[in-house]
């Protein structure tokens, strides 16, 4: 135990890249939370470069409270660990609840009125974010998590805010490339990070919860981004998807970020109540 805080080693929920997410229990409150336990023995070289990280990572989380996004409670340290206490998704990951929502059916993806509902909510988080200048910078679905049905981005380990940027910062992402935009897979320096960056990866996960698949698959970045650049986006006519999903996906997905969605257009859409969505 830390604090007032019981955690449960017996339990993971998931492992990231410095550490692991463990069940936990408020002993004052009795409420059920997730705890990150990030280890910082074993990797004695890297201290100070995991308390940054972490720092950063509940700075922002501290910020943001949003029924969309995971609610960070409290960061304690100790000599060997970092903990991070915050809201517990039963639910696990967007990925894990689309496996077992599709069990029956054998189907990786859902229908399109479900995945309207989740997607809308992912995108009233990010507004949340957006309105406080935060990008996340790694959107993926092993980011997004579920409570109760409903949906929330977590993991603001690359997260940023936008206006005290320095440029040094050079991103040493560890996850997978599928979800990354062309302008951080050829690590263009640029000067700001666009927000349009998580666009790109926000289209990725629209295309795989509607079609159970990424849009381009590839063995090596190189690979990828030649194919992102060559092979026109396709949309497979099975599951059937409304022309409007079509037409957003391929707006957030657009190579060249001048030509891509902005998020203010993507805020405006009605994604969940939508006219079309009901005729199909
Ligand atoms: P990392 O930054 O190392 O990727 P994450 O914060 O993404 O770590 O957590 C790793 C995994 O742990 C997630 O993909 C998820 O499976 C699980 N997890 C993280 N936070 C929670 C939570 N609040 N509730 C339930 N599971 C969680
Ligand atoms: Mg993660
Ligand atoms: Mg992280």
């Not at 409150?29 to 074993?42: C, P, Q, R, S, Y």
């Not at 910078?137 to 993991?155: E, F, Q, T």
């Not at 159970?212 to 698959?217: D, I, L, N």
Request: aromatic fraction near 10%; include cysteine; charge should be positive.
């Amino acid at each position: 135990s830390v604090g007032q805080f019981q955690i449960d080693l017996t339990s993971s929920l998931g492992k990231g890249t410095f550490g692991e997410v463990y069940l936990g229990r408020d002993t004052k409150t009795f409420e059920i939370l997730a705890v990150k336990v990030i280890n910082l023995k074993g990797n004695e070289k890297q201290v100070d470069q995991i308390t940054k990280l972490c720092q950063n990572e509940c700075q922002i989380m501290q910020r943001l409270k949003h029924p969309n996004l995971v609610r960070f409670y409290q960061l304690q340290r100790t000599q060997n660990n970092i903990y991070f206490m915050m809201e517990y998704c039963e639910g696990g990951t967007l990925n894990s609840y689309i496996d077992k929502k599709c069990q029956k059916n054998q189907l990786k993806y859902l229908a399109e009125s479900e995945a309207r509902i989740i997607l809308s909510q992912i995108v009233n988080g990010y507004q949340e974010m957006y309105n406080q200048n935060i990008v996340h910078r790694d959107l993926k679905p092993s980011n997004i998590l579920m409570n109760k049905g409903v949906a929330k981005i977590s993991d603001f380990g690359f997260s940023k805010i936008l206006s005290d940027f320095d440029n040094q910062v050079l991103m040493t992402f560890a996850g997978t490339p599928l979800y990354m935009s062309p302008q951080i897979l050829t690590s263009q320096k640029s000067r700001q990070y666009s927000t349009k960056t998580d666009i790109w990866s926000l289209g990725i996960i629209f295309y795989e919860v509607l079609y159970g698949q990424t849009p381009w698959k590839a063995s090596s970045i190189q690979e990828l981004m030649i194919k992102i650049q060559t092979v026109p986006i396709k949309f497979p006519a099975i599951p059937r998807v409304s022309d409007q999903m079509k037409q957003i996906i391929s707006k957030m997905l657009k190579v060249d970020e001048k030509d891509r969605m902005s998020w203010e257009e993507l805020f405006q859409l009605q994604i969940q109540h939508d006219q079309e969505s009901l005729l199909n």
